[in-house]
């Protein structure tokens, strides 16, 4: 017999054992804030006559896409306007991963996903600047995103991934938001992947 091993993050997925017919499961909420992971050992593990137990060698790949953002003002929007909130409109939050392929399937339940949020604010200038940390959510090329600068919510702005895969799980991009007094403009590119904390798993 062999051992075939199976990972997946983050642990506090709810996870579903499997059965003879049924493959282990695990489900997400899905806040932005966490990408999901997964690794299978497919080519099974059996006992050596002999020496050394071989150790399952696990490569992670990203389950989601990442989204960075940026603001900046042009010459026709106000001076002294600070953003208070960013949001991603109506994203899919319901994740379920089958553990021995890795495949994500989404329910259809949304929710908005909060970017940035807070009173004080940011002061939109003619220089784009970082807002908010990365998001990370359901793979796809356009998603919607709302933003109250100045006491104003600004019309829904829908953002369109271009570029070499974009919009795929693992890829991540960074969009530009200009704010002119007609409304928002996104603007997005491929850029490079925000890490996090390195991990180690260690098998016995």
């Known amino acids: 017999d062999k051992v ?7 642990a506090s997925g709810t996870y579903t054992a499997g059965n003879g017919t049924t493959t282990p ?3 997400w909420t899905i806040n932005g804030t966490q990408d999901i992971m997964a690794a299978q050992v497919t080519t099974g593990i059996g006992k050596v006559a002999s020496g050394t137990q071989s150790q399952p060698a696990f490569a ?9 953002f940026k603001v900046v003002k042009d ?4 001076d002294n306007i600070k953003l208070t909130s960013l949001k991603i409109i109506g994203a899919k939050t319901a994740a379920t991963m089958d553990l021995s392929t890795g495949a994500v ?4 339940t949304t929710g908005d996903l909060t970017v940035y949020n807070n009173t004080t604010g940011q002061a939109l200038t003619t220089t784009a600047a ?8 359901e793979p796809g090329t356009s998603f919607k995103v709302r933003a109250i600068a100045g006491g104003v919510t600004y019309a829904d702005a829908t953002v369109t991934l271009r570029g070499t895969n ?8 960074e969009v530009t938001l200009t704010f002119k007094r007609s409304g928002i403009v996104p603007k997005a590119t491929i850029t490079n992947w925000t890490t996090g904390t390195a991990g180690n798993v260690g098998i016995q």
């Open 60 to 68: 992670f790949t990203h389950k989601l896409k990442q989204v960075k």
């Open 75 to 78: 010459a026709s929007f106000e």
């Open 105 to 108: 399937s989404w329910g259809s």
């Open 130 to 137: 970082s807002v908010g940390s990365a998001m990370m959510f």
């Open 25 to 27: 499961k695990v489900a």
């Open 4 to 10: 075939y091993f199976y990972a997946y993050s983050p």
């Open 166 to 173: 974009a919009g795929q799980a693992g890829v991540s991009h």
